[in-house]
């Protein structure tokens, strides 16, 4: 659409310069605008530009009107060449005339602004108040909202969303009885953040976390499931904050419950798993960085400084874990055997982190998680990597064969920390 705003825009503009014939109706620009159309639009607009001829038109109203002063005190002159160009009459009635037809081509330009960009504060109120309407039809109901995420995906609107107090809305959504609904108000909710700290900040002010959390934990629509695990990873990255509403919402209890549960999608386990890795990933960053920061340090205001508090916010992550950290072995064990590759990936890639992390319990015997275990788990995996490696596909790709080699290179490592 921005596309299609800016085309028309170049076309009206060119068309005020040359004043060679009208500009294409609203209504024409809009209902024909296939590439084609809109590539002969830029082409006719580029064409037909003529930036002096614009600057001595500019410079004749002037002139007809009384003139400016320059810096240097002379009144503006029109160019040498001027005369060539078709000027307006000097007259007064001349004048009129052209001040007239300018100001018809602005309106009519102003015109075309207000249809291909409307106010997107009350398209994104329009959108909300659709999906709120319980009359209308569910599929209506669920376009609302996928066009008010369509809408939040840009930052600045994501913001004025915020501004206007509409998030809540949307957050009573994911309560709804309809998993189209909430499965699109989840979607709303992770572009929404889109990594961005202020709006992270804001839905864990307005609690949003512990409805997905609960989402994630058992519904029975995997893809409701699937947009609540992308909406938690996007409001916990990079935000301890959010991870520690993550963590008091049992999180982690959940996640072992999505990961373990018989049958579950092997969506839903994947993405899982991903959340889990990047979780643990980030509490071990944080826990790095402050074990290299002075435990006196301080902000300009007297507090602990940031890195000491991200720590702190990461170390109840990383209690939470602890705390379910059997239940995370064994599912991540039963990973380990699927038979689907990109899950024994990710899988070892969790597995990895919860071993570098320190929160995984090393029983030498006894208990449904042991070392033992995972040896044998791992065995068998690097066993696969081998075979994989040693017989390639002929339609293997080089980034594939590349991504295996690294998978290899981790069950290797993790044989050899719990060895």
């Not at 024909?32 to 002096?52: F, G, V």
């Not at 108040?129 to 669920?142: G, K, V």
């Not at 969303?161 to 189209?180: D, F, Q, W």
């Not at 991903?274 to 006196?296: F, N, R, V, Y």
């Amino acid at each position: 659409m921005q596309r299609v705003a800016s085309l028309v825009v170049l076309v009206a503009l060119a068309s005020a310069v040359t004043g060679e014939q009208d500009p294409p109706a609203i209504e024409d620009v809009i209902n024909d605008a296939d590439p084609q159309t809109l590539s002969q639009m830029l082409q006719w607009s580029l064409n037909n530009q003529d930036l002096d001829a614009l600057h001595a038109r500019a410079e004749a109203v002037r002139a007809a009107s009384g003139g400016t002063l320059s810096a240097e005190g002379n009144q503006n002159e029109l160019p040498a060449d001027a005369s060539a160009l078709p000027l307006p009459t000097m007259g007064a009635a001349g004048s009129a005339q052209s001040l007239s037809d300018l100001q018809k081509r602005v309106s009519h330009l102003s015109e075309l602004s207000a249809a291909l960009m409307p106010d997107q504060v009350t398209l994104m109120r329009e959108a909300l108040t659709l999906a709120n309407n319980e009359t209308a039809e569910l599929e209506d109901r669920e376009i609302g909202l996928l066009n008010l995420q369509e809408l939040v995906s840009d930052v600045d609107n994501a913001r004025d969303m915020k501004a206007i107090g509409e998030y809540p809305a949307v957050i009573a959504h994911l309560l709804s009885s309809e998993p189209i609904l909430q499965a699109a108000a989840a979607w709303i909710l992770g572009s929404a953040v889109s990594n961005h700290r202020e709006m992270q900040l804001h839905l864990v002010e307005l609690e949003a976390l512990p409805p997905l959390v609960a989402i994630m934990r058992s519904h029975p629509s995997p893809a409701l499931r699937t947009k609540a695990l992308y909406a938690l990873g996007t409001m916990t990255r990079n935000c301890a904050e959010a991870q520690v509403q993550f963590a008091a919402a049992d999180g982690m209890g959940a996640l072992v419950a999505a990961i373990s549960e018989a049958g579950a999608p092997p969506g839903v386990v994947r993405k899982s798993l991903a959340l889990l890795t990047d979780l643990l990933q980030e509490a071990l960053h944080a826990k790095e960085a402050a074990d290299g920061a002075d435990e006196s340090e301080m902000d300009a205001s007297g507090s602990p400084s940031g890195t000491l508090v991200q720590n702190e916010l990461a170390e109840q992550l990383m209690t939470a874990t602890a705390h379910n950290a059997s239940g995370l072995c064994d599912a991540i064990l039963a990973c380990l055997r699927a038979e689907d590759r990109d899950t024994v990936e990710k899988a070892v890639q969790a597995m990895l982190r919860l071993v570098r992390t320190g929160v995984l319990v090393k029983r030498q015997s006894g208990g449904a998680c042991n070392v033992g275990d995972i040896r044998k788990e791992l065995a068998s995996a690097q066993k696969r990597c081998v075979e994989a490696l040693s017989q390639p596909s002929a339609d293997a790709e080089d980034e594939i064969t590349e991504l295996l080699t690294e998978d290899c290179a981790a069950v290797d490592e993790l044989l050899i920390m719990v060895s």
